[in-house]
Antibody, heavy 122, light 107 residues
Framework: EVQLVESGGGLVQPGGSLRLSCTAS????????MNWVRQAPGKGPEWVAN????????SYVASVRGRFTISRDNARDSLYLQMNSLRVDDTAVYYC???????????????WGQGTLVIVSS | DVQLTQSPSFLSASVGDRVTITCRPS??????LAWYQQKPGKAPKLLIS???TLQSGVPSRFSGGGSGTEFTLAISSLQPEDFATYYC?????????FGQGTKVEIK
């Protein structure tokens, strides 16, 4: 079964840091672009970042660029999101997602984790 | 950034109805558009990619069409399990963006 499991969310003060992890199983992780997508309470999804299957290319939404870093370890079938300088408006459920087509980054996310909740509050 | 405007934002319909949701990007996105269904407390589910390619396991009552700056998601005969919120997403230019959503409720 294709599966993604996120961890690392929690309550953090403004200006703090968190590192999210996502462990993949049931597919060849190193063949797929991966994304982080977040969803604030009561809002629609927002794409945050993605990373090429081999880790050689990354992209970010402007609001997190310079504060968040996406990375992956294909040997461990794992995706990460290092979040620094967190702000109240970063509060959301963070999902790890897999692109549908191997080696493509523009096909849509066919697999989502269960999400991990990040709350930024003093 | 490419803004996606979905219409309507809210739709009240009955089981068996045909419903259509429209997604209009602020600039052309070719056919790099996906549709998702989301139910409360769950992650979004990919229904359609590349504007019209139905994902495996998605019922054939769902269909997508369009290109450029106008896209549609149609449900030919609404079923009880289809009541949910639907989002479009463009993957033509970074940052990928989502529409604001269309909530489909039971009349």
């Amino acid at each position: 079964e294709v599966q993604l499991v996120e961890s690392g969310g929690g309550l953090v003060q403004p200006g703090g840091s968190l590192r999210l992890s996502c462990t993949a199983s049931g597919f060849t992780f190193g063949r797929f672009w991966m994304n982080w997508v977040r969803q604030a309470p009561g809002k629609g999804p927002e794409w945050v970042a993605n990373i090429k299957h081999d880790g050689s290319d990354v992209s970010y939404v402007a609001s997190v660029r310079g504060r968040f870093t996406i990375s992956r370890d294909n040997a461990r079938d794992s995706l990460y999101l290092q979040m620094n300088s967190l702000r109240v408006d970063d509060t959301a459920v963070y999902y790890c997602t897999r692109e549908w087509r191997p080696f493509y980054h523009d096909s849509g996310s066919d697999t989502w984790g269960q999400g991990t909740l990040v709350i930024v509050s003093s | 950034d490419v803004q996606l405007t979905q219409s309507p934002s809210f739709l009240s319909a009955s089981v068996g109805d045909r419903v259509t949701i429209t997604c209009r990007p602020s600039q052309g996105v070719s056919t790099y558009l996906a549709w998702y269904q989301q139910k409360p407390g769950k992650a979004p589910k990919l229904l359609i990619s590349a504007a019209s390619t139905l994902q495996s396991g998605v019922p054939s009552r769902f269909s997508g069409g369009g290109s450029g700056t106008e896209f549609t998601l149609a449900i030919s005969s609404l079923q009880p399990e289809d009541f949910a919120t639907y989002y479009c997403q463009q993957l033509n230019s970074y940052p990928w963006t989502f529409g604001q959503g269309t909530k489909v409720e039971i009349k």
